[in-house]
Nanobody, 124 residues
Framework: QLQLVESGGGLVQPGGSLRLSCAAS??????????MAWFRQAPGKEREGVSC??????TIRYAESVKGRFTISRDPFTVYLEMNSLKPEDSGIYFC?????????????????WGQGAQVTVSS
């Protein structure tokens, strides 16, 4: 069983930046065997895929709303989401997710493991 922990959320002004991190709750546990993704959910809205990355980093996908502003990356133990030029509509709870089958999708269906989420608020 894989448990994920997100960190790096917070309050930022429009146009600002944040970097989210996601790692296993057990220190030193590798995420290499999982494709990984970031999702977000705003109050009253459905959870939406933000970005995903394959095991090898060969395949990366972004939602149209974040292309050119967000960057996903990973190392053996952590997945990152660098968020720049943040807008108020980027606010929400950000979740990381892992798929042991290696699918790379912005749909939440394939992902078996989820973190508890990190709050991101973009406001002046």
């Amino acid at each position: 069983q894989l448990q994920l922990v997100e960190s790096g959320g917070g309050l930022v002004q429009p146009g600002g930046s944040l970097r989210l991190s996601c790692a296993a709750s057990v220190p030193g546990r590798s995420l290499d065997s999982y494709s990984m993704a970031w999702f977000r959910q705003a109050p009253g809205k459905e959870r939406e895929g933000v970005s995903c990355i394959s095991r090898t980093q060969y395949t990366i996908r972004y939602a149209e709303s974040v292309k050119g502003r967000f960057t996903i990356s990973r190392d053996p133990f952590t997945v990152y989401l660098e968020m720049n030029s943040l807008k108020p509509e980027d606010s929400g709870i950000y979740f990381c997710a892992a798929d042991p089958q290696g699918l790379v999708a912005l749909d939440p269906f394939p992902y078996d493991y989820w973190g508890q989420g990190a709050q991101v608020t973009v406001s002046s």
